[in-house]
């Protein structure tokens, strides 16, 4: 099998994020908010995810979209304004301090109208969904070791060429590397395992920032 692909350098990188979608005013902002708030920024996705997530909701003309780990709102505005006239959004997060953010965010990119925050387990408020498969696009960014159990309760509430978005699923490389054994990294494996070995679904991972994985449902 031919081998092809490109270890990223800092200058390939910013040449790669000059030539993408531009964050506006509001999505600068936020980031230069979530960064203030100090290492526990890195829980934001990058910008060129961000402008990933908006193209594939549009492409998908997506209307009912879930997202599991908002923190603070970086991710559900660009899926939001990826959404067809009408769309929904429904975010689901635990934490009251990092979404209350996002609240100001939304409120500032005028989506308030598209955005429902539900705090709590997000296994709680997965449960209690309408059973019918309605949802176009769902976006995980969360807890890494609840992500099989995410990805099992939506699965039925998802449409047929519906799609998934599993963020963090290379690691930072550790999923590569047998020593690493640590929680977090044995449960991206099992996820990625579970999903190679799921005849429900076709996936894709990609080398995007920290690897995303696709899934679109058959």
């Avoid at 910008?47 to 492409?59: H, K």
């Avoid at 047929?160 to 690691?171: I, Q, S």
């Amino acid at each position: 099998m031919h081998e092809k692909f490109l270890s990223l350098t800092q200058p390939v990188y910013e040449y790669l994020v000059a030539h993408t979608m531009p964050p506006d005013d509001v999505l600068r902002d936020l980031a230069e908010e979530t960064a203030a708030l100090g290492p526990v920024s890195i829980m934001q996705v990058a910008v060129e995810q961000g402008a990933f997530l908006t193209l594939l909701a549009r492409l998908m003309g997506a209307r009912r979209a879930v997202e599991v780990g908002t923190f603070t709102g970086y991710s559900s505005i660009c899926i939001a304004r990826g959404l067809a006239d009408g769309g929904r959004l429904l975010c689901c997060d635990v934490s009251e301090e990092w979404t209350a953010i996002a609240r100001r965010y939304w409120r500032r990119a005028g989506l308030d109208d598209r955005i429902e925050l539900r705090l709590g387990p997000a296994l709680e408020t997965l449960r209690a969904l309408p059973s019918a498969s309605e949802i176009d696009l769902v976006f995980i960014d969360a807890d890494k070791p609840g992500y099989v159990a995410y990805y099992e309760e939506l699965v039925p509430r998802l449409r047929p060429n519906g799609l998934f978005v599993f963020d963090n699923v290379l690691w930072s490389g550790s999923v590569a590397d047998p020593a690493a054994q640590d929680d977090n990294t044995r449960a991206l494996r099992e996820l990625t395992d579970h999903m190679c070995a799921d005849t429900r679904e076709e996936a894709v991972m990609l080398a995007v920032a920290d690897g995303l994985l696709l899934a679109r449902k058959r």
